[in-house]
């Protein structure tokens, strides 16, 4: 049975851009394989937010801004721990457009995250130093938002973010496990997977 969608319910789309799709920076397989059901079930939301990385070029979280580290390394920077990533989703390039099928008509807000040169940001809530916010706990509080469905790239770091964040900022919260793909670097997929279960966030393997 299809389920039928509270007004008070959003649908959060994570980072469905070209770098982290087929041909891209990530090239991360059937990522692409997403994108048509997504565009189907965000036609059932009242409320419909797509998140963008809109890093400018040179970003600190870019390994090749850190002469000698590899990608996928890691470094401790003033707010924590943070991975090295090859240069992606650059303002101004291809990467950073989102799919070429995903319908940006149904979004009603698009949060751009990333693009403050010193600090990156994975989650759609909260920039990596876990102080600086993005907006959308505001803008969700004010359409009388209750409930968060997410989707999107990648499940492990940005979608998981934004899905744990969503939560501690009070909101009932629901994985679209079916409709996110991961990139599952060195067990952080089941390392979040297992971060969702614990805070409370309901895992929703159907088909939709």
């Not at 979004?107 to 130093?129: C, M, T, W």
């Not at 919260?173 to 996110?180: D, I």
Request: proline share 5%.
């Amino acid at each position: 049975m299809t389920e039928v969608f509270r007004p008070e319910d959003a649908l959060i789309v994570v980072d469905v851009q070209n770098d982290f799709c087929e041909g891209g920076a990530f090239d991360l397989q059937g990522s692409s394989a997403i994108v048509p059901p997504i565009n189907a079930i965000a036609r059932r939301f009242q409320t419909v937010v797509f998140t963008q990385d809109f890093h400018p070029a040179g970003h600190s979280s870019f390994a090749s801004s850190h002469p000698g580290a590899e990608p996928l390394s890691s470094i401790t920077m003033p707010y924590g721990q943070q991975t090295l990533w090859p240069d992606h989703c650059v303002q101004g390039t291809q990467g950073v457009d989102f799919h070429p099928d995903l319908d940006q008509s149904l979004a009603h807000l698009i949060i751009r995250k990333g693009f403050r040169p010193q600090l990156d940001s994975y989650s759609a809530f909260v920039e990596n130093d876990r102080k600086t916010g993005t907006g959308l706990d505001g803008y969700l509080r004010a359409r009388g938002v209750r409930r968060c469905f997410l989707c999107g790239i990648a499940t492990d770091f940005c979608v998981g973010w934004s899905a744990l964040d969503a939560v501690a900022h009070g909101f009932e919260t629901v994985l679209l496990r079916h409709l996110s793909k991961e990139i599952d670097l060195e067990g952080s997929l089941a390392a979040q997977m297992a971060a969702m279960n614990a805070a409370g966030v309901v895992i929703d393997e159907r088909a939709g």
